[in-house]
């Protein structure tokens, strides 16, 4: 059974950086691709980030350049280093993997290509 344990969310000022992390609890971690997602207040859930069993990185519109997903596959985690932080990026934050083992994705990656999900971790950004 794959579980999914978040930490680092938390309250940042504008321009600042935070990291989030997720620890996977199951077998074969390095076969899934790993991802985050994050919903705001009124919003829907909305793609930001997916690290692929292969190792390529795919990032949400707009994301790129200023968040970066990575992954230790000893360690089994994943993470998402956040830059450049501004309000518009509170949220709360999911981590999450693919359904599948050795699953690429199709097309743009969505919220049913995952099939766990960890509990989610509030990042706050003040102006």
């Known amino acids: 059974q794959v579980r999914l344990v978040e930490s680092g969310g938390g309250f940042v000022q504008a321009g600042g950086s935070l990291t989030l992390s997720c620890e996977w609890s199951?077998?074969?971690?390095?076969?899934?691709?790993m991802g985050w997602f994050r919903q705001a207040p009124g919003k829907e859930r909305e793609f930001v980030a997916v690290?692929?069993?292969?190792?390529?990185?795919f990032y949400g519109n707009s994301l790129q350049g200023r968040f970066t997903i990575s992954r230790d596959n000893v360690e089994k985690k994943v993470y998402l280093h956040m830059n450049m932080l501004t309000p518009e990026d509170t949220a709360v934050y999911y981590c999450?993997?693919?359904?599948?083992?050795?699953?690429?994705?199709?097309?743009?990656?969505?919220?049913?290509?995952?099939?766990?999900w960890g509990q989610g971790s509030q990042v706050t950004v003040s102006s």
């Open positions: 690290k692929i069993y292969t190792g390529s990185t």
């Open positions: 999450a993997a693919h359904k599948w083992e050795y699953y690429s994705g199709r097309g743009y990656p969505s919220s049913n290509d995952f099939g766990f």
């Open positions: 199951g077998r074969n971690f390095d076969n899934y691709g």
